[in-house]
């Protein structure tokens, strides 16, 4: 392999020099960093990051843990992190724990001993266990996403209660009366936000809000369809439903189907992301956006710009999400 030493002979310097140019440690005037920088190309020189790593005391590489990476809405905000990672000459190392809290504890030691310079952490709920793990990781510059807020952190979201009040709101002034929501499961802070943002939006608007109108279940399709056949079979069939992503939208069309009903003249739905499959939909789904790639952007410029320029880890950041009006509420 060449080496070092290989490309200061070629360019007539010292392997310091060398060094300098590729670090850019020291200034070196433009015409031996030419040098340099040609003798690099013509013996295709590739600097040891290992080495590099350990003398910089830095590596370059941001960590990302996500539960579940099958999600479209993580796999965008994923993206985004790659992208701003990409833009900063920074590599991303990706673990997906697949909802499993061994696994997630298992990757969280993984990517402290890989020597990580920061770490994005994005989980659709929050374990105790995991919580203690992470907040024994000292020194270690963290953003959380979609999550419960970290010490020592800084937590990166969506104004989730101003969007469950875009959603319900939307159908209120749609004409509809009698709306429940699908809810995510119990303790997840997204969907207790987004929860708040409905009951507020009910309340300002007096009208009721009936529990058998409602249900819970995790943030699937799956779930979706299972909270909606249990909206159903009580009996007490709401007009619309707010469901808190777009995956339980996905569900609850199937159940809605399945009985003989149709949206949205019988029941409106609006959901949560914007996911792609989300204008696809039959009917297309009116939806909250909540800006995933801009999240996982922000996370890498956040975390870059940290270490970069020594800026302070805000303890928050809001990005605002927006109503997308389809096909899929009845105004009545």
Known sequence: MVSIKDVAEKAGVSPSTVSHVINKTRYVSPLTSSKVERAIDQLGFHPSTLARALKMNRTNNLGMLVSSSTNPFFAEVVRGVEEGCYRNNFSLILCNSGNKIDRQLDNLTTLVQKRIDALVVMTNRSEERFNEALQKVKGLPKVVLDSAPQPNACTLQDDSVLGGRLAT????????????????????????????????????????????????????????????????????????????????????????????????????????????????????????????????????????????????????????????????????
Not at 234 to 250: H, K, Q, T, W, Y
């Open 169 to 332: 709101n939307h159908l209120i002034s749609c004409g509809h009366r009698k709306i429940g929501c699908l809810m995510g499961p119990e303790g997840h802070p997204r969907s207790i936000d987004r929860h708040r943002g409905y009951i507020e939006a009910m309340a300002t608007a007096d009208l009721p809000v009936n529990s058998l109108w409602s249900a819970s279940g995790p943030l699937s399709v799956s779930g979706g369809y299972n909270a909606m056949a249990q909206i159903l079979r009580s009996g007490e069939r709401p007009d619309a439903v707010f469901a808190f992503n777009d995956l339980m939208a996905i569900g609850a069309y199937h159940a809605i189907q399945e009985n003989g009903l149709s949206i949205p003249q019988d029941i409106s739905v609006v959901g949560y992301d914007d996911i792609e499959y989300a204008s696809y939909m039959t009917p297309a789904l009116t939806t909250i956006r909540q800006p995933s790639f801009e999240l996982g952007l922000q996370a890498a410029r956040t975390l870059i710009d940290h270490l970069d320029q020594k800026v302070e880890l805000p303890p928050v950041i809001q990005l605002v999400p927006e109503l997308i009006v389809r096909k899929s509420v009845k105004t009545r």
